[in-house]
């Protein structure tokens, strides 16, 4: 199938974002996230985009933190075990993040918009009436971790976990789509080729590889209403992989 530049765009974008945070890096306007135990910081700048809220709930779709060591999304009512001893990411460092990129990717749709033509024949054809497509991506950390913590998203420490979310948008709007897409890469080698598991009820598409620069990838992304929500784990041997991927076990959700 081929993709919009849009799409292309937004992928090229989640990949590089959750190699370099958590490397390769997709939303439901209001009250910030919980003062305790999850630590949202101040509010965003002017020039940063807000983060997406749920109109009914007014909960944004980062409102999410780490009560020793269980993690929960108020947003997506769900929680998840770290690993033993492990530190999350300051909530206060990730929402800013989440933040910027937001207003990257704004930036970056707007220099996509065609410019506007006298020609008939090269005028952009109108969105089709009714299109929910979103003009902008929407992608968001939820929590990063390592056993002793991160200065930032962009932090290459191994071994660590991210948990994310991203606006699903077609063409690539399924969890099978993002587990393919980890096997894009021409010097990964896979591990494990995408497959259907089960958590709590819920489906997720699982995949795992041996990136180019040697680490080892396990990503699990599940559709959780209009987003897709992901974990990957990152480590320096297989071994340490299937270890800290074994917490999927401890997904609960509400």
């Known amino acids: 199938m081929r993709l919009s530049r849009l799409a292309v765009l937004v992928f090229l974008g989640v990949t ?21 135990p999850a630590k949202t910081g101040s509010a965003p700048a002017q020039d940063q985009a807000p983060a997406k809220a749920d109109t009914k709930s007014g909960t944004n779709v980062d409102a999410a933190g780490v009560t020793g060591s269980t993690f929960e999304s108020q947003y997506f009512n769900f929680t998840y075990e770290l690993p033993k001893g492990w530190k ?3 909530d206060s460092a990730r929402v800013a993040s989440n933040r910027e990129v937001l207003q990257e990717d704004a930036q970056r749709a ?5 410019k506007k033509s ?9 969105a089709p009436a009714g299109s929910q497509t979103p003009l902008v991506p929407e992608r968001y950390s939820l929590m990063a971790a390592a056993p002793n913590g991160l200065d930032s ?9 991210n948990i994310w979310a991203h ?10 789509d993002h587990a393919q897409l980890l096997m894009a890469g021409k010097h990964s080698t ?3 080729r995408p497959q259907e598991v089960n958590f709590d009820g819920h489906s ?10 040697g680490e080892y990838q396990s990503r699990y992304i599940t559709v959780i209403g209009d987003y897709l929500v992901g974990f990957d784990f990152w480590s320096k041997s297989e071994r340490e992989m299937v270890e800290i991927s074994d917490t999927m076990k401890t997904v609960k959700f509400k």
């Open 16 to 36: 590089c974002l959750l190699r370099a945070e958590g490397r390769q890096q997709s939303e439901p306007k209001a009250p910030e996230p919980k003062a305790e």
């Open 153 to 161: 998203l962009a932090s290459p420490v191994l071994p660590r976990i």
């Open 190 to 192: 896979p591990l494990v």
């Open 167 to 176: 606006r699903r948008i077609p063409p690539m709007d399924k969890a099978m």
């Open 204 to 213: 997720f598409a699982r995949a795992e590889i041996i990136a180019s620069n």
């Open 110 to 114: 707007k220099a996509l918009v065609p």
């Open 88 to 90: 999350a990411l300051d």
């Open 118 to 126: 006298s020609a008939k024949s090269n005028a952009p054809k109108p």
